[in-house]
């Protein structure tokens, strides 16, 4: 595969697992009903924020692909953070476990973090395209902790 068509595959993937699972809970989606904590931002920021983010990753992954860096730790590392990333919002917003969608995310941080570590170790610049996805989890946190406190 040409190294555009590694790209594009590795950008395709986090966005249509984004979207898939935007389909998913689109019918549960309360977020408006919510009470919000300080800093929560509106609605339609968190669509926009997310494709940015799963862009990032998917040019960062495609960085290390394309240039025949990964093994089977960073693609395991990769697919497991994507796989949690997808859960948290059915956890979140299907199944309304608030509590348990907060220790879920942090339990994504971590893998973010590791994420970050293990690209670095590999090509700088693939670390550094997902710090943005890290701080914005952790700022999901933050959120995801508030709307707990606050919807009990």
Known sequence: MSKLGVYIKSILVPVLVGVIVGVIISPFMDYGSLEKPPLAPPGIVFPIVWTILYVLMGVSYGILKSNKLTDRSIDKIYYVQLLVNALWSIFFFVLKCRLFSFIWILLL??????????????NKIAGLL??????????????NFGFYILNR
């Open 109 to 122: 941080a971590v893998l973010i973090l590791v994420m970050i570590v293990r690209f670095y170790e590999k």
């Open 130 to 143: 997902q710090i943005p996805y890290l701080l914005w989890v952790l700022f999901a946190s933050y959120l």
